[in-house]
């Protein structure tokens, strides 16, 4: 079965998907809600898979599922039943995996250029698994400012994270973690089921230390000895910081390096928004790459059309190889 693994064996780097929520708006879809882009799963799943089969298109060897906010108990607000909350959450998974398949069979009348589609590993579907300061909906994954303790944490995700392990994800992506806590508590969660093999990503508010206050490198050493973490990452995060903190994760583990910075505008709770200035993106790919990040995509306000520019770096590298 394809893995983060076996891609690296073969190329040089994997592609990652870009944004979800803040596509979709921009396609039309409104976000403002406690759900944010969950709410597409039961509102508009066509839009959900098209934005899935787009990313593929562009050149993502990995796109992740639309669950990030998705909860049983986010669902259960809305008047959903707790056994239809537990069917929306592996919908996500079958959503990005129909897509691929979609994709995959029918690539060759894709309007990618054919100097991405000539060579490319066979893609992967990503469950997402959301921060608790998601299902809190108040912005608070961009400060760790809950104080749920590590057992609390355990105990938020692991429905969740059985409930899209059913659907056989072929990995979980957990990410825009702000805290080293909720890191170690998606960890004990992920040891009841031992063939589960997940990327850690964390949200950072500098070069050193995460939105909560952690030290990056103290997160790397300890995921470095974690069995079922196949890569540990940022996301999020502000490009300015980016390449900084793959060096400082670097240097506390052997692990690919995942990273998926958003534009560095800043995330306004109250009306669920990005605001400020965007930073240059696609001009710092390549430096991400050089700095040691091994699987590179796009966070919030990123589009298929950045996604490309990465595919394209992913192929330049492997004929070079």
Known sequence: MASITSILREFPLV??????????????????DDLWAAKALFEKPE?????????????????????????VKGFEAKGFTRSQAAELIRLSVRLVQEAREEFWENRQRYSITS??????????AAASVGP?????????????????????LADFHEERLALLLEAKPDILACETLPL???????????KKHPKAQAWISFTCKDARYTC????????????????????????????EFVADLIREIRT??????????????????ADK???????????????????????IGGCCRTTPEDIKGIAALRQDLFKQS
């Open 47 to 71: 839009l959900v898979k098209a934005v899935h089969r787009d990313y593929f298109e562009a050149g993502a060897d990995v796109c992740t599922s639309a669950s990030y906010q998705a909860t």
């Open 180 to 190: 080293f806590r909720e890191a170690e508590a998606i960890l004990d969660d992920l």
């Open 273 to 295: 928004d990005w605001k400020g200035e965007s930073q240059p993106f696609s001009v710092c790919v390549k430096s991400w790459y050089e700095a040691g990040a091994r699987l």
């Open 212 to 239: 909560g206050g952690d030290k990056i490198a103290d997160c790397a050493r300890f995921l470095d000895r974690e069995p079922q973490v196949a890569a540990i990452g940022v996301n999020c995060t502000a490009p």
């Open 115 to 124: 100097a991405l589609n000539e060579r490319r590993p066979y893609p992967l």
């Open 132 to 152: 608790y300061g998601a299902y809190l909906a108040d912005g608070s994954e961009y400060t760790g400012s809950y104080s749920a303790d590590r057992h609390e």
């Open 252 to 269: 506390h583990t052997e692990k690919p390096v995942a990273v998926y910075p958003n534009l560095g505008e800043t995330y306004d709770a």
């Open 15 to 32: 592609v990652l998907d870009g944004a979800f929520g803040t596509e979709i708006a921009r396609r039309g879809f409104d976000t403002r």
